[in-house]
């Protein structure tokens, strides 16, 4: 990912991750998040019949816009419970969120972008 789409993702006003599975297809907000080796992190401490439906459907897509602008992102997902990246994560999040339990981080591997913004000339483009 360039550095663009990096910013959009790190600076977007709003985002929404959307998965479908066994709870059919469920869209949910997304607050925190970053992008370590093109791989976006999404850290979940509310996210039940999301984390089950990408755990039997691993793709999902992420939309982060601000005003009219935005992307989508088409993701294959993996949870991740234990280990460096987890330790690290709940580390950090304990500082920032002391009221919060990380119960796991999300690690979205990016397939396709698109443009999702209000413009008719880039609306639905592919991005990468």
Wanted: charge should be negative.
């Amino acid at each position: 990912m360039d550095q663009s789409i990096i910013d959009q993702i790190i600076k977007a006003e709003a985002r929404a991750l959307a998965s479908v599975g066994p709870h059919g297809v469920n869209v949910v907000p997304v607050s925190v998040v970053s992008v370590q080796n093109n791989q976006i992190h999404l850290y979940n401490f509310f996210m039940g019949k999301t984390v089950e439906n990408f755990l039997a459907e691993p793709l999902v897509a992420l939309a982060c816009w601000k005003g009219l602008e935005g992307i989508q992102i088409k993701a294959t997902a993996a949870y991740i419970e234990d280990g460096e990246l987890f330790d690290a994560a709940k580390t950090e999040m304990l500082v920032r969120f002391p009221d919060r339990t990380l119960s796991g981080v999300i690690v979205l591997t990016p397939t396709h972008v698109y443009d999702i913004s209000a413009d008719k000339a880039r609306a639905g483009k592919v991005i990468v």
